[in-house]
């Protein structure tokens, strides 16, 4: 028999008893499917995080001020006042910076006719738009007269805007933001996201009206950078460190009141981190390859026995040792082979279920689909060869006495 002979025969086998067949392809069914599942989970959510991410801005350095010192206690990060407007107006000057938006930001009730929610204002300059990669879906951002007019002006998130009733014809109409009243001059492109990263539920207003109107003193909560490309941010960000240390008066060695986050390491940091999860999420996984590979070893085990007269037969009629070694292998190779396709397609379908309920799609690695079949193939070579060397090596006169 040639090998394509012994594939017809395994699967003339396999059909003759097919319960026993899908039972004993269920443990590679499972963790071919579950590796392929998993690592799709685990690329889904690193490009779930990563869109997130890239959403806050194109190039993006965040600096927030640092810890509040009183004497020997120290608050928590974000409570200094250590940064101003004037820093980020020398921040602006360093070369590589393209636009720079310093925030301050307060929470106060926001209402539209006779509906009300409560929600982030941040106030901010016109630069907020490029640095924060803000896209306005109906009129207008705000300008460099709403800012030096101080201007009561308000361009809302898309999630504030659905929570307050606001649509199309909004704008032109008047919002109160903490009991003042504000005109509506656009409506953010929602940008998605949830909890910290959710830049939906904002109203933006001018920062010089924040400051007249809501919060006082002359210090901002974050100052945003937009870098020209990604090859100059750690170069900025030397650049600004060392700026902000010369005007804090800070010296070298001592703690600094300011700490500069950059996206693109934040970025890198994500990507190694749901690289090393799925990894070992697919190892976790390949455990049931295994188990099922040791469950194809028992019932070609099995066969054998069954089949230790069909063997002797084979043998008296000039069928070699290695030809029974073949027939036997073969038919495990089929076995995992198959099932191990059929976990594919399973993990596949589990994959975009998934995907389109976590919301970031259908998202599947082609390597992943070539390792988790060729590793289903190695587990039928691996736990075939011992029951198909026990069918060649018995001996034709004790088989054919066998009953």
């Known amino acids: 028999m040639n090998s394509l002979d012994l594939v017809r025969l395994a699967l003339s086998r396999l059909r003759s008893n097919r319960l026993r067949a899908v039972l004993t392809m269920l443990g590679v069914i499972i963790g071919v499917a579950s590796v392929v599942s998993l690592v799709a989970v685990g690329d889904g959510t690193t490009r779930g995080i990563t869109t997130q991410l890239q959403s806050l801005g194109t190039n993006l350095l965040t600096i927030n001020p640092g810890r509040a010192i009183s004497g020997a206690n120290a608050g928590e990060p974000g409570s200094s006042t250590s940064l101003t407007l004037a820093d980020a107006a020398a921040v602006g000057q360093i070369p ?12 106060l009730p926001a209402i539209a006719g006779t509906k009300n929610t409560t929600t982030t204002i941040v106030g901010t300059t016109p630069s907020y738009a490029l640095v924060r990669n ?20 308000a361009v809302v998130g898309a999630t504030t805007a659905t929570n307050l009733g606001l649509g199309a014809n909004s704008v032109g109409t008047d919002i109160k933001i903490g009991g003042i009243p504000f005109r509506v001059i656009g409506i953010l492109q929602p940008k ?30 974050t100052i945003g950078v937009s870098v020209a490309s990604v090859g100059q941010m750690d170069a900025v960000t030397a650049a600004i460190t060392t700026m902000l240390q010369g005007r804090h008066g800070i010296l070298p060695g001592h703690p600094l009141d300011f700490a500069i986050a950059n996206q693109a390491q934040l970025l890198g940091a994500v990507s190694s981190v749901s690289t090393l999860l799925a990894v070992l999420l697919a190892g976790i996984a ?36 290695r030809d029974i070694l073949l027939q036997f292998l073969i038919e495990a190779l089929t076995l995992s082979v198959l099932g ?30 070539i390792v988790a079949a060729a590793f289903s193939a190695v587990v039928g070579v691996v736990f075939g060869v011992w029951p198909a060397r026990q069918a060649a090596l018995l001996d034709p006169i004790a088989a054919l006495r066998y009953e």
């Open 96 to 107: 590589g910076v393209v636009a720079v938006a310093p925030e301050i930001a307060t929470t």
């Open 134 to 153: 803000q896209s306005v879906w109906l009129g207008s951002f705000l300008s460099p007269v709403t800012q030096s007019l101080s201007l009561r002006v």
């Open 192 to 221: 998605g996201g949830s909890s910290a990263l959710n830049q939906d539920d904002q109203i933006v207003v001018p920062l010089s009206t924040v400051r007249s109107e809501f919060v006082g003193g002359i210090s901002v909560r």
């Open 286 to 321: 390949s455990i049931s390859l295994v188990v099922g590979g040791i469950g194809i070893m028992n019932i070609m085990l099995v066969s054998v026995r069954e089949r230790t007269r069909e063997i002797g037969i084979r043998k008296a009629i000039g069928a070699r040792s």
């Open 340 to 369: 191990g396709a059929i976990g594919i397609v399973l993990g596949l379908v589990i994959s975009a279920v998934i995907g389109q309920i976590a919301g970031w799609g259908f998202v599947f690695s082609p390597l992943i689909l």
